[in-house]
């Protein structure tokens, strides 16, 4: 299930009460295939720490991880949270694809945000 192609990630089975891993491992994965075709220097792993749990942590290469990626529900909508640690933690809470790699590429690529 640990892969660094998102393509191959397969939802976890887990209780209803915690929530619906199809969809946000839908998310995880439109956000990590984009991410890693505009910016193929990065990695990705799927991680599933505990039932109800999934995270994807990002690395720089194959070996630096950089930050992890997950799904939050805030207001009764799903959105989406990055944590960076290269500069300390820092946190970054957004709804489209695009302004996570900005976040990315603002922070450790030296990029402008787009």
């Not at 990590?32 to 505009?38: A, E, M, N, S, V």
Request: charged fraction near 20%.
């Amino acid at each position: 299930m640990n892969t660094s192609n998102p393509e191959n990630w397969i939802a976890p089975v887990w209780h209803p009460d915690c929530g619906d891993a199809e969809e946000e491992l839908r998310l995880l994965k439109t956000f990590c295939g984009k991410l890693i075709q505009q910016h193929p220097e990065y990695s990705v792993k799927l991680a599933l720490p505990e039932e109800g749990y999934m995270n994807v942590d990002i690395f720089m290469g194959q070996n630096t991880k950089i930050g992890e990626l997950l799904i939050v529900v805030a207001g009764g909508k799903k959105q989406y949270a990055l944590f960076l640690f290269q500069n300390g933690e820092e946190e970054y809470y957004f709804d489209e694809v695009h302004e996570g790699i900005g976040y990315l590429a603002h922070g450790n690529l030296g990029s402008e945000l787009h």
